[in-house]
């Protein structure tokens, strides 16, 4: 078992940063793709950003490419997303997500379905 914990989330103005973290416990995750996904009010949690375990690929959703940036320190068992460029519409509750990829790359990691391992979620505000 994998239990995930984010934290960083917050209120912040448009074209504010915010720096989310994701912490593992129970087992290591260096053999985990990480992702970040993100759902806003009366919306669908969408695919925000997916790293490779050995934190050397990277892929991001269209919405926050330029503005977002995924990392990951497996001697400290953490993901990053450092999100910068804030906009309103970035306003959801951001998930972190670990999965057993079977050799897929962060490209082919974009569906919640393929994710074993969910954080509670931080909730990221952005006034305008």
């Known amino acids: 078992q994998v239990q995930l914990v984010e934290s960083g989330g917050g209120l912040v103005q448009a074209g504010g940063s915010l720096r989310l973290s994701c912490a593992a416990s129970g087992r290591t995750l260096s053999s985990y793709v990480m992702g970040w996904f993100r759902q806003a009010p009366g919306k669908e949690r969408e695919f925000v950003a997916a790293i490779s375990w050995g934190g050397g690929t990277t892929y991001y959703a269209d919405s926050v490419k330029g503005r977002f940036t995924i990392s990951r320190d497996n001697a400290k068992n953490t993901v990053y997303l450092q999100m910068n460029s804030l906009k309103p519409e970035d306003t959801a509750v951001c998930y972190c997500?670990?999965?057993?990829?079977?050799?897929?790359?962060?490209?082919?990691?974009?569906?919640?379905?393929?994710?074993?391992?969910w954080g509670q979620g931080t909730q990221v505000t952005v006034s305008s």
């Open positions: 997500a670990a999965a057993r990829a079977y050799g897929l790359g962060p490209a082919r990691m974009v569906k919640k379905e393929q994710y074993d391992y």
